[in-house]
């Protein structure tokens, strides 16, 4: 089986202040893990996805994750928060009990503020 | 590259009737596209798997009779909601992918009122 959680539903950053989005995950294999971002009322985007490279992992927009077996964590962070940052951001596990589906955190609401 | 629209983009409808929802590979051929429901500030939950050409499968819990789906093309995959009620009032977001194993790419997302 696996999991994710996200462990802060809501973060609140200045606007040129750093991001961090904290995620953990549990999978009885290695995993492959993703950072999707939602913003209102639109659809799911890819910000970047671990599959057993590198473990730290640039993506789009100034994110980037780092993969850390030891602590099971898949943190995202941005060196300085823009405002079209604020959305909902999602860690994704994929799932070990069918092969291609995707296990979603509960989400993290990041606003920004001026 | 690698765009899903999904259309419409809102519907309403009165409860009883049945509406149905688009979803389309704009360019590439989607080998596997999967349903998700979203419900206000909850995370997205996937209702069923779709492969071109085969039976949906459906997740745990999903009615397969309430929510069809078919994937006639590798483009295209429908789901209709029959007989509709306001408790199915939702955003319904697909997603599609390639291959086994490459990413998924994730639909607009459909908001459906059921008055």
């Known amino acids: 089986a696996q999991s994710v959680t996200q462990l802060d539903s809501h973060v609140s950053v200045s606007e040129g202040t750093p991001v961090l989005l904290r995620c953990n995950y549990s999978?009885?294999?290695?995993?492959?893990l993703f950072w999707y971002v939602q913003h209102p009322n639109k659809g799911l985007q890819l910000l970047l996805k671990?599959?057993?490279?590198?473990?730290l992992v640039k993506g789009i927009n100034g994110f980037e994750a780092e993969f850390k077996k030891s602590e099971t964590s898949f943190h995202l962070t941005k060196p300085s928060a823009h405002m079209s940052d604020a959305a909902e951001y999602f860690c994704v596990v994929s799932r070990t009990d069918s092969w291609g589906k995707l296990q979603f955190g509960a989400g993290t609401q990041v606003v920004v503020t001026p | 590259g690698a765009v899903v629209s999904q259309h419409p983009s809102w519907v309403i409808c009165k409860s009883g009737t049945s509406v149905k929802i688009e979803c389309r590979s704009l360019d590439f051929q989607a080998t596997t596209m999967f349903w998700y429901r979203q419900f206000p500030k909850q995370s997205l939950m996937l209702m069923a798997t779709s492969n071109e050409g085969s039976k949906a499968t459906y997740e745990q819990g999903v009615e397969k009779d309430k929510f069809l789906i078919n994937h006639a093309s590798l483009t295209l995959s429908t789901l209709t909601v029959t007989s509709a009620h306001p408790e199915d009032s939702s955003f319904y977001i697909c997603?599609?992918?390639?291959?086994?194993?490459?990413?998924?790419?994730f639909g607009p997302g459909t908001r459906l009122l059921v008055l």
């Open positions: 671990y599959t057993s490279a590198a473990t």
């Open positions: 999978s009885s294999y290695s995993p492959s």
């Open positions: 997603s599609a992918r390639a291959e086994l194993g490459e990413t998924q790419y």
